[in-house]
Structures are given as structure tokens and as C-alpha cells.
């Protein structure tokens, strides 16, 4: 008996792909900064807390299956208050997490064989998502030099064949930080008119903005491609939620629509406890978002500083998320963050951070970066920058960087 050949070619998470040095690590008493996944540390608003605390449902039953109303009647209430008063609560659809979503969104734009545009680097799960459909995923490069901006239009268009069904981005963007300008959305909304393909866009960290340039969500442009445009969004970060799981599409295609609630249906219901939770959003102030900003900002200054004063270190400095991608002096990033695990002690501690070339299709490319996630306050933060720089300092010495 064998296992299906899907699950042999299915890549490991490369966010997690270094889990088993760090749990070895752990278990010899190791502390270990884990600056590898987007897993935040500031606290969750009280009010959501609150619904937790005070359960008293018993049975707990299922949810709804396209998502609690009073939660997506808080959702509505969110998008109204940023100005979308065309969506309605019924173009809204809850999901298990923003994973799901995407799973959604790619099921029911693409058939396995058929292409999607891509801007490389990307959210790894994007491409683990697209294998397991059998849809390819078709990068596009950006660069470090450029900020990982867009490239021209031209550029973009030279890659479409007939297989090519949409294209998918994440603004602002993990892995890179990078906030796209009004110009690029516009080309890509023109694209997606002139093409007639579906436009995906993953706005989980629309709260998380260091330019002093509007943000240009794809909702913005949804009345222009009512048929085309989707957006994928999720509370996990917005509100320190990664485990409550709470993952939302909005469409104005009542066809998608329908297609998203009819696999909702399929696996029943998300969790009950954590929409309900979740709910309590519109009880949440300007002052805690406010703050949220703050701190992810004064993050941002601090690494983007200490690593621009490592030697042979490049980066670009991040416009917004809580990610930054980093080009080290090593040939491989990944072998130098297992060595970091398996070998490097600084007072009995080290740092974990995910190899870049999980976030890339072209093959050879990210292969000596990684991406940060500065998720932990700033006095760790100064110390796992410092466990790296003097990582790298050792690796060098010993030859290991070649």
C-alpha cells in the first residue's frame, strides 16, 4: 500500500519547515527567538477576551456555516466603516482562517492544469494551496533593489497563455513589507479588465502601515471589476487572533459567492466560540489599533536599523506587515538557520528565522535570504538581531558561508 504521489510532491511549510531542530533545541533547555512565523505577541482586546471567559453554552454546537450573523454583521459594520458602503453582509463569507480562504478563492477561480500570476517572493502558503488543487502558480519577479515593487505591464502580460485564470497578491505584502502604490493596483485592475481574469487580493495587513501614502485596497476598485475582483482578509493579525481562525471572502459575483458558501457547507462550520469572540470587534477602539500601529512601527525602525549595520546584510525597508526579507553573506540560508539551531549558543540562546526559498518558485532564487517577522517586543527583538549578527560572525569564521 502506498501513499498518493500528491502528498510525496506536497513542499513542507516553509515557515515551519525548521520545527524539529527547534523542539530539539527547546528540549535542551535552549531559548530560542522565534522570528520565523507571524505569530504576534501583543495582546488580544479585553472585550473579545471577555466572550471567552464568560461562556456558559452548553452544547457548544455548530456554527453557521458561511459564518455566525452577529459576526458577519460585525465584519459588514468593519467594511462600512472604511467607507465600502456598497458591499453588503451577504457578499461576506467566514472562514477557518485566511489559509481556508485562499483555499476557497483558488478552488473556484481555477481548474487543476490552469495558471495563476503570482509576484514572487509570496506567501509560501499560496503555492502549498495551488499544489494541492493542481493549479500551477506562475511567479513573477520582483527585487530586493526595487523594494519589491511591481514591474511594468509589459512584463506581467508576457506571461499569460491561455491557461492563465487570475492573479493573486498580498498588499500590504508578507513576506516583503512592500505597499503597493495606487499606480500598480490600477495596473493591475486594468490588466485583470483587458485579460478578463479574476483578481485576488490577500489584505490581512491592511492595519499595518508605515507610509504616509494612502492605502489602496482592491475593494476600491471592486464597481470597476464587480465580477472579477476578490478580496481575502483575516483577523488573526489585526486583533492577535492566529488562533481563533477567522478567515473572510467578500465578492460581488454572486456565482463565487454561492461557490464559497457551498464549500463552507461542505465542512459544516468554523468554530462558534471564536466568531463569537470575534463579534466584539466593533467594541474594539481607535486607541487599541492606534497603539497596534505604533509598536509594529517602532519594530520596524529597530530592525530594519540593526540589520542594515550587519555586514553583507541587504534589505529593503518594509512599508507596512510585520515582515522583512533579508539577503545574508551565506550561500544557503537554510543550512546556516539549521546551523543556528543545531549549533550556535550565545549564552545559552539563538534565533529562528525561515529560509527565504520556500517563498520563491524560480528555482535558485531566495536562497540566501530569509524572511524576519518582527512579532516580539523590541528588547528581544535587539537580542535575537544581535544572536544573528554575531551567528553570522561564527559561520563566517569557520568557513561555513561558502
Known amino acids: 500500500m502506498q501513499t498518493s504521489q500528491r502528498l510525496k510532491d506536497l513542499p513542507m511549510s516553509a515557515i515551519r519547515k525548521l520545527t524539529p531542530y527547534a523542539t530539539k533545541a527547546l528540549a535542551d533547555g535552549v531559548k530560542i527567538y522565534k522570528l520565523n512565523i507571524g505569530d504576534p505577541d501583543i495582546k488580544t482586546p479585553e472585550c473579545m477576551l471577555d466572550v471567552l471567559r464568560k ?24 467594511y462600512l466603516k472604511l467607507g465600502f458602503n456598497f458591499i453588503a453582509q451577504e457578499n461576506i463569507i467566514s472562514t477557518i482562517g485566511g489559509s481556508e ?145 477567522l478567515g473572510i471572502l467578500i465578492t460581488l459575483n454572486n456565482e463565487l459567492r454561492d461557490g464559497f458558501a457551498k464549500i463552507a457547507n461542505s465542512r459544516l462550520s468554523g468554530g462558534l466560540i471564536d466568531q463569537m469572540m470575534a463579534s466584539k470587534m466593533t467594541d474594539v477602539g481607535k486607541e487599541y489599533t492606534d497603539n497596534v500601529q505604533k509598536e509594529y512601527r517602532k519594530r520596524r525602525d529597530i530592525v530594519y536599523k540593526l540589520l542594515k549595520e550587519i555586514s553583507g546584510v541587504v534589505v529593503s525597508e518594509p512599508e507596512g506587515a510585520f515582515y522583512i526579507i533579508a539577503k545574508l553573506p551565506v ?31 524560480t528555482p535558485g532564487k531566495g536562497v540566501d535570504e530569509v524572511r524576519i517577522a518582527y512579532v516580539l517586543e523590541v528588547p528581544k527583538l535587539i537580542r535575537a538581531i544581535t544572536l544573528l549578527k554575531k551567528g553570522l560572525e561564527t559561520y563566517t569564521a569557520k568557513g561555513k558561508a561558502e
Not at 55 to 78: C, S, V
Not at 129 to 149: C, D, R, S, W, Y
Not at 204 to 223: A, H, N, Q
Not at 332 to 360: H, Q
Open 55 to 78: 461562556w456558559d453554552t452548553n452544547p457548544i454546537r455548530y456554527a453557521a456555516a458561511i459564518g455566525e450573523p452577529e459576526f458577519l454583521k460585525a465584519l459588514h459594520q468593519y
Open 101 to 245: 480562504a485562499i483555499f476557497m478563492a483558488l478552488f473556484s477561480v481555477a481548474q487543476a492544469g490552469d495558471e495563476i500570476l503570482i509576484f514572487e517572493p509570496f506567501f509560501a502558503n499560496y503555492a502549498i494551496t495551488a499544489g494541492i488543487l493542481g493549479v500551477k502558480m506562475v511567479p513573477i519577479p520582483t527585487t530586493i533593489e526595487n523594494g519589491f515593487h511591481l514591474p511594468p505591464k509589459d512584463v506581467i502580460e508576457k506571461l499569460f497563455t491561455t491557461k492563465t485564470k487570475a492573479i493573486i497578491y498580498c498588499n500590504p505584502s508578507n513576506p516583503t513589507g512592500t505597499v503597493y502604490t495606487k499606480e500598480e493596483v490600477e495596473m493591475l485592475v486594468e490588466i485583470a479588465k483587458e485579460k478578463n481574469i479574476f483578481l485576488m487580493c490577500d489584505e490581512v495587513y491592511r492595519e499595518f502601515l508605515f507610509v504616509k501614502r494612502p492605502f489602496v485596497s482592491i475593494l476600491d476598485y471592486f464597481k470597476q471589476i464587480p465580477e472579477q475582483a476578490i478580496l481575502i482578509d483575516s483577523l488573526s493579525k489585526r486583533y492577535s487572533l492566529c488562533g481563533g481562525r
Open 331 to 361: 550561500k544557503n540560508s537554510e543550512e546556516f538557520c539549521i546551523w543556528m539551531l543545531k549549533e550556535f549558543r550565545d549564552n545559552n540562546e539563538t534565533v529562528m528565522m525561515a529560509p527565504a526559498a520556500g517563498f520563491y518558485l
